[in-house]
């Protein structure tokens, strides 16, 4: 059975993008295993950024190299620029991501360009892959809000996703990078942007920073959005800052889906095995993911009455 | 100008009566003064319980002597049976609230009596509490689900909020106390009982368990509620599981809700203070509440930014 929401797994990425210390390349492959395992179908695995940017990534094409993939599952990985997209090209990876800003400091912040250098840095990258016949997959970060200018247009949102449209892109992630976003404004973004590509093809990548993330996400539902990303456990938060939260837990996108009649063909048991390993082994700080805390606490419940 | 909806603040009560650390009277008395200062005008203070039952609360008698009250706010506290109603009516309080669990194993394991005892034992407190004109606010625990029985049906809930507004209840607050419900089922379930009180006499007390708590805020509203209890910083989660997670935060609710357009009448700058204060003088221990940690990591960049 096909399920009826599509998960897009980030944390293996923009999860431990993150870390203050370098996970191994080992450990980063059971975890991507873990992740397939668990039934996610979109697993991104890492980013074709230079090392000396995000060191935590440095080990992108030996990490690609040595990744046994599982059937029935899209792998992807960031290309920022036409350097990346030479790694990626030799990856046999199945999808290539861009990200761009809707706000101008946010995105020279990020990549120290403007908006438009930046998409005409992309050119030839789009067009590489639409020649490889390789779907595009764009992030739209700050679309509800950019940490520098505050409230951001939903027109100025409008006009990049028409950018990337033109480039070629398969697929739309709108991004609440902040987690700012209220359910009435995801609603809102999403039907303006459905005005100008079709719903199946708008993913929703939404941060909990203020506790919205699953409101958002069940607007976005609402509203007729089928694609979100999420992290395992909600990795991706600063690790600086305790209880600060960064991408939506994929267990709590998943619970909520799951107990509304929803399918989203994931194993949530699965997920706590993996997110309890990747505490445990590799971060050793507890996640903030909810569903995940919660299942654990059910899980010692039950094996102390066991006790009995 | 009115508020568009109406907090009520159980931090105070439901929030400490679970910290492992006695509370004094004199940081509880600053507590409450800081509640009423920021703006919330419904304030829980104690329960006049047993304090054989609930040690954190035995100086409730004192508590309330001792309170100042401010003008404009209702203060209340629970009453658990006729002994309570006794101390309660000495008080001077506004409210008097009772709880009963919509499922039988969790109000047994609550109060050790069946769901038909308990009623019958409180009908002289809502007797009492009618003849000298003092509100009923009756809470409805585990109306999603309890932790012992599973699902609870509609019409379990529906049945007991009849028989509580035969008592006299002037207020229901709906409580999904192991926070496993869904938007949709909230939605359902107000519906439902919405037809058989009016709107303005229910409201939702939602746990953040599952992370859900501001998806079923949000989609209560949107069924027409308008009124919302919560905790100072998410108070009343577990302190032995870390990042588990009680109430749904006040400024969590706040912040959704003033994002979104709607008054709540609420200064969140000066929650926020409070906040931090029970977390530095009073527990020692982080809170859950997801938009007072992302408050605390702006103000800090802030000072960084005015450093430089």
Same mark, same amino acid.
């Given at each position: 059975m096909h399920p009826e929401v599509h998960l897009y797994e980030v944390g293996a990425r923009d999860g431990l993008q993150n870390e203050a210390d370098v996970v191994t390349t080992a450990a980063k492959l059971e975890l991507l295993d873990r992740m397939a395992a668990a039934?996610?179908?979109?697993? *991104?695995?890492?980013?074709?950024?230079s090392p000396k940017w995000i060191p935590q990534l440095a080990d992108a094409d030996d990490l690609v190299a040595r990744l046994v993939r599982r059937p029935g599952v899209r792998y992807s990985a960031l290309v920022p620029n036409l350097a990346g997209w030479e790694r990626f090209a030799g990856s046999g990876l199945d999808v290539a991501a861009f990200f761009v800003s809707a706000s101008e400091s946010h995105n020279r912040k990020n990549v120290n360009r403007s908006v438009a250098d930046h998409l005409e840095g992309f050119k030839p990258v789009a067009a590489a892959a639409l020649e490889a016949e390789v779907p595009l997959r764009c992030y739209v970060s700050? %679309?509800?809000?950019?940490?520098? *200018?505050g409230d951001v247009p939903v027109e100025q949102v409008l006009a990049l996703v028409r950018s990337l449209l033109e480039l070629g892109a398969a697929e739309i992630s709108l991004g609440d990078t902040i987690g700012i976003g209220t359910p009435r404004q995801v609603r809102a973004l999403v039907e303006a942007v459905a005005a100008e590509v079709p719903l199946e093809r708008i993913g929703l990548h939404l941060h909990d920073t203020y506790g919205r993330a699953l409101a958002n996400v069940e607007a976005g539902y609402e509203a007729g959005v089928r694609h979100f990303d999420s992290a395992l456990g909600g990795?991706?938060?600063?690790?600086?800052?305790?209880?600060a939260s960064g991408n939506v837990a994929t267990e709590d996108v998943v619970d909520l889906f799951e107990r509304s009649?929803?399918?989203?063909? %994931?194993d949530l048991d699965a997920l706590v095995d993996a997110t309890s390993w990747v505490e445990k082994s590799l971060l050793g700080r507890p996640l903030p993911g909810r569903v995940y805390r919660a299942r654990l606490g059910e899980r010692e419940r039950a094996q102390r009455e066991e006790a009995h």
């Open positions: 039934g996610l179908r979109q697993i *991104e695995v890492t980013s074709f950024v700050t %679309v509800c809000g950019c940490p520098y *200018e990795l991706g938060g600063c690790p600086y800052a305790p209880g009649g929803v399918d989203t063909g %994931v």
